[in-house]
């Protein structure tokens, strides 16, 4: 004959201890996973902070290492300058401004298109695109040059025989902050009639400043003997490398 046993559950010390354990065990789930956010966001954070200064880098280097380009023109002497006026720190009808100080370095007093942070750098950089033109269809800052001499001048004209257009670049970088607080490599760019230059805004976010130094060749071989903070116009245009140092900080 059988037997039948009623269930009696869990008694109510069983219970609590279950309770217990599984709020220890939902505790230790969710520390896991607060802590596994919180180190990817921290990972997400450093990566975009590297990614901001390499592009920061990229930018300053490319357009420093072209100052003073000039395509198929070799003597600047021989330029003729059918621009006029000063704006953004570049006086268009002194030949020497545009074409024979291709960079220019302000730390204080900066140029009037440029709302730069106090004690941070400033650079304006001046060059000719890395090939000549083949469209005329828009008006452009060009150097129209034959290899001996050129005119630097606005027009969407094709060039005369023997001789090619270079689109003239200028632009201008400096440090700015945005509506929160945040500060950006900015970049002010020449546009199309002469002179006028385009505000591009913060092109790298969280830029909080940069500087270059220039390496001064002291002996003529070609190989810089001391690198200089404060170089005059002279040793700038003299140079023959550049260090550049990027101090970055998170967006957030």
């Known amino acids: 004959m059988t037997t039948k046993r009623q269930q009696s559950g869990f008694s109510l010390i069983e219970l609590m201890i279950g309770l217990v354990l599984g709020l220890f065990v939902t505790g230790i789930v969710i520390t896991v996973f607060t802590q596994s956010k919180r180190n990817y966001n921290q990972d997400e954070e450093i990566a975009r902070l590297q990614e901001n200064g390499r592009y920061a ?7 420093l290492a072209m100052a003073g380009f000039l395509g198929n023109m070799q003597i600047a002497d021989a330029m003729t300058v059918n621009l006029s006026g000063t704006i953004c720190g570049i006086n268009w009808g002194a030949t020497e401004s545009p074409l ?17 942070e106090a004690d941070t750098e400033a650079l304006v ?21 034959n290899g001996r001499d050129g005119t630097l001048y606005v027009t969407s ?11 003239f670049v200028t632009h201008g970088y400096y440090i700015k ?3 929160n ?7 002010v760019a020449l546009l199309k009639s002469g002179g006028t230059f385009d505000d591009e805004g913060i092109i790298v976010p969280g830029i909080e ?4 130094t220039f390496g001064i060749d002291s002996d003529g ?24 140092d990027v101090l970055v900080r998170s967006t957030n």
């Open 209 to 212: 400043d940069f500087r270059v």
């Open 181 to 187: 607080g945040v500060p950006g490599l900015a970049r």
């Open 177 to 179: 902050k945005d509506i």
């Open 221 to 244: 071989d070609g190989i810089a003997d001391e690198y200089k903070k404060n170089a005059t116009a002279d040793e700038i245009n003299s140079s023959v490398s550049a260090r550049i």
């Open 157 to 167: 004209q094709t060039p005369g025989a023997g001789y090619q257009q270079w689109e």
């Open 100 to 116: 024979l100080n291709p960079i220019k370095v302000y730390t204080s007093d900066y140029p009037g298109c440029m709302s730069a």
């Open 125 to 145: 950089i001046k060059r000719v695109k890395g090939s000549p033109r083949t469209s005329y269809v828009d008006d452009k800052v060009v150097i129209e040059s």
């Open 57 to 63: 880098m990229q930018l300053l280097s490319r357009d």
